[in-house]
């Protein structure tokens, strides 16, 4: 589904951030990518919707390099998830979940009922939150926005970037369970950033340790677990 063939990425001022990853993550695997501070995990991720360009090798997207892809239609099918939520605050939340989807000109009548329904998935009862402002929601639910955001427009491909890490526990745990949910109901491939081993563990479907740039140790959980 996404391949990486001798990916590097080198910075103008000369830093190698990733280095010759070799790398494929299958279609529905929820894939983590995992290691210190500095070691290449959100460099590696921006490549993949083309947010930093390639200085060597190339990714693939099922069988075609992602530099051929037009850019729209590129990250369309690619949701995105940082780890400040970032939602148009003069937007309500039903606007806010239907942004690329109102893009893609999709009908008034699918968007809400999409909207609606991932409300619901993730214990926001859309009665109650679709025509809320964000400063009207915790930073918790503010989140959960965020990722199914994301999910609106049915992306072939999810990318998260320490989505849950400036969370106070209580939410970061249940957001976790949400994760958990998602994952299940919707299979979608999901490119899953964190620093926090616990957090990889409980949502893995496979791991990827990363450091200085490059792949030390990659398996599932249990494979780690049992072989560490
Ligand atoms: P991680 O996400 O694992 O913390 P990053 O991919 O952000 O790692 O960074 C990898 C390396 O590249 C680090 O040494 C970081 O300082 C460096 N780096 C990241 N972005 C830039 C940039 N825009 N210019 C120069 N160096 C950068
Ligand atoms: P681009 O060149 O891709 O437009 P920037 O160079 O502005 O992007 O940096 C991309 C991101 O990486 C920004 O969030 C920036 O703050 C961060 N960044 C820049 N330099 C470094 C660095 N040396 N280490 C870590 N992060 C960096």
């Not at 990425?9 to 894939?31: C, H, M, P, W």
């Not at 500095?38 to 190339?58: A, E, F, H, V, Y």
């Not at 992602?66 to 369309?76: C, F, K, Q, T």
């Not at 915790?138 to 890490?165: H, K, N, T, W, Y």
């Amino acid at each position: 589904m996404i391949k990486f063939e001798n990916v590097s990425k080198r910075y103008q001022d000369g830093t190698i951030a990733v280095d010759s990853l070799n790398l494929e993550i299958k279609k529905g695997e929820f894939f983590v990518l995992i290691g210190p501070s500095g070691c290449g995990k959100t460099t590696t991720l921006k490549m993949i919707n083309r947010l930093i360009p390639l200085s060597d090798g190339t990714i693939f997207f099922d069988e075609q390099k992602i530099s051929e892809y037009d850019i729209h239609e590129l990250r369309w099918n690619i949701g995105y998830v940082l780890q400040q939520i970032a939602l148009f605050p003069h937007m309500t939340i039903e606007e806010n979940i239907t942004v690329v989807p109102e893009m893609k000109k999709w009908s008034k009548e699918k968007m809400k009922e999409r909207a609606y329904e991932l409300m619901d998935m993730v214990g926001l009862d859309s009665k109650m939150y679709a025509k809320r402002k964000p400063k009207e929601l915790s930073g918790g639910e503010q989140q959960r926005v965020g990722v199914i955001r994301a999910l609106a427009a049915d992306p072939e491909i999810i990318l998260m970037d320490e989505p849950f890490s400036a969370l106070d526990p209580i939410s970061r745990e249940s957001l976790q369970d949400d994760m958990l949910d998602l994952k299940k109901n919707l299979k979608k491939t999901t490119v899953f950033v964190t620093h926090d081993m616990q957090e990889a563990l409980k949502l893995a479907d496979r791991i990827c340790i990363m450091e200085k740039g490059k792949i030390v140790q990659i398996g599932t959980p249990r494979e780690l677990v049992m072989n560490p």
